[in-house]
């Protein structure tokens, strides 16, 4: 069976890859009625503190339709977007038309970028890795850390358990109520992010607490290899 077919039988997976239209997509990355707030805020975010020069090679994990990565483009040489929706990708390719220095590639997997070794200077994620399993969450960390240039920096977004209480317990009862009808949620405390760059090979240089969310900022300051993450991981488990 191939991954594709395998995905489709994820019922979690489904809600990304079965999109409608542009609508539809833009619904899905931002509830909000007016899109163009939180974007500009995101945007805001990344330039202030990724820093993005013209000769920049940025990466974003789960592009969704390009929102960010359209204004972004105009800050760096070239900027890539990853998704695991086909769909997803279809509608920013549309959404991104015209746009010489915007490039979308699918996924290999739900938690592997097909993207080479040390590629990039800068990457982020934004809205994504909270609708992931955290294991595989952080499996994709590893892989933001891996296509990253030594000295390269990440900007991540996770939302902050304790401030989003009522979202919280509000998510538990929409699930029971809808099922995979609704994506996932996993929120964060300041300790657990800490400790997942940890093991990813990110060094943090900020958490910044904004609104309901943390978004840390870190950077590549060593390659690990995959199995020795994990066994530095369950080691500190162990000391703990
Ligand atoms: C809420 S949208 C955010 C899109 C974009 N980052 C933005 O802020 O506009 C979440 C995106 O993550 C993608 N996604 C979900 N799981 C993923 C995974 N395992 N790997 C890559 N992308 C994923 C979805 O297909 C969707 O496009």
Known sequence: MTFQTKMKQNTELNYWLNIRDETDAKARVISDKDFDTPTTKHVDIILKNLRPEK???????????????KPLSQHCDKIVGVDISDAMIGIASKYCY???????KPMETDHTILMQNDGFDKAYSIIVLQHIEKYKATRLLMELCR???????????????LKCKKGYTNDIVAKLQMGDLIPRMEYYT??????????????ILEVMDIDTDFYVLAQKV????????VIIASTKLVNE
């Open 55 to 69: 000769t920049d090679a940025i990466l974003e994990l789960g592009c969704g339709i390009g929102r960010l990565m």
């Open 98 to 104: 015209g746009v010489q220095n915007v490039f979308f």
């Open 147 to 161: 296509i990253l240039k030594l000295g390269g920096k990440v900007l991540v977004q996770y939302p902050n358990l």
């Open 190 to 203: 300041k300790e657990e992010i800490e400790f997942v760059f940890d093991i990813a090979g990110l060094k």
């Open 222 to 229: 060593e390659q690990k290899k995959f199995v020795e993450t």
